[in-house]
């Protein structure tokens, strides 16, 4: 049992000292800042796809209102 618990230690040393010189690493070599791309669109449109879902519901509220409305006619 002592033998797991010695091994066990060893490979958390190792580890430990693995981590340690990853996150060193890692932090002595500045990251190259790139600059921000060009934004994929100017809001326009985004507007433009909202105008067409609403006259999407529009729409399907109008054909969903029409045969109660002309309910009332007898246009045949």
């Known amino acids: 049992m002592a033998a797991c618990f010695g091994f066990s230690k060893a490979i958390f040393r190792v580890l430990t000292v693995l981590a340690l ?3 060193a690493s ?3 070599a500045p990251a190259a ?3 921000a791309p060009a934004p994929a669109s100017d809001g326009t449109s ?3 796809g909202i ?3 609403l006259m999407l519901v529009a ?3 109008t054909y969903l209102i029409h045969p109660l409305d002309a ?3 007898n246009f045949f």
Do not use: E, G, H, K
């Open 21 to 23: 010189l990853f996150f």
């Open 26 to 28: 890692a932090s002595a």
């Open 33 to 35: 800042s790139a600059p």
């Open 46 to 48: 985004i507007d433009q």
């Open 51 to 53: 105008a067409y879902v």
């Open 59 to 61: 729409l399907v509220l």
């Open 71 to 73: 309910s009332s006619y």
